[in-house]
């Protein structure tokens, strides 16, 4: 009976509870690290100067020489026009860098958009816009400060911006040409 009763009885063995007190306080604390550490950019999206809200404000008129202007229109099936010709999205870059070195100062860059055009075709005419005046800036800044556009200070930036101005005109248009 002893060994019996010692051997046959049966004890229950509970399982210890796990202690989930600070498992608040750690997940709060990662969390706030991970806010703390993780870097957000900002999308920097197309710069452009915007007309004055103030209608007062706007400037009068200016006639631009034809030799000055280079007209692009994009229509409603993605093709792009320089003038009424077909032009190839490749070619624009040229185009826009000759525009600007004949023009100085003075030259717009005019860009027609019709409302059914995808973006994809708007965004790749951007893109070689911007690279134009990217590559030309970059170009005047070699020759004045012997140093890529990127490199300089802001105050020679803002020096080489204003000797490349990027002088872009944009309209939008319904299906026709009517604005």
Do not use: W
């Not at 989930?20 to 100067?49: H, N, P, Y």
């Not at 023009?103 to 958009?113: F, P, S, W, Y």
């Not at 930036?157 to 299906?175: C, F």
């Amino acid at each position: 009976m002893f060994g019996s009763s010692m051997f046959g009885r049966s004890r229950q063995h509970e399982v210890p509870g796990l202690n989930t007190t600070s498992t608040a306080d750690i997940s709060f604390m990662l969390l706030i690290f991970f806010l703390v550490t993780t870097s957000m950019d900002a999308d920097k999206g197309i710069t452009r100067e915007l007309p004055p809200l103030d209608k007062k404000e706007a400037s009068a008129p200016t006639n631009v020489s034809s030799d000055k202007t280079l007209n692009l229109r994009i229509d409603g099936q993605g093709r792009l026009f320089c003038g009424d010709k077909p032009m190839n999205v490749s070619d624009v870059k040229d185009s826009v860098e000759s525009v600007v070195e004949r023009g100085g100062k003075d030259h717009v860059i005019q860009l027609r958009t019709e409302r059914d055009a995808s973006y994809d075709a708007y965004f790749h005419v951007q893109n070689q816009i911007v690279a134009a005046y990217n590559d030309l800036r970059n170009k005047k800044s070699v020759q004045a400060y012997g140093e890529p556009y990127e490199e300089l200070t802001e105050e020679q930036k803002a020096s080489i911006a204003k000797a490349v101005p990027q002088r872009i005109s944009e309209t939008y248009v319904e299906e026709g040409g009517k604005q």
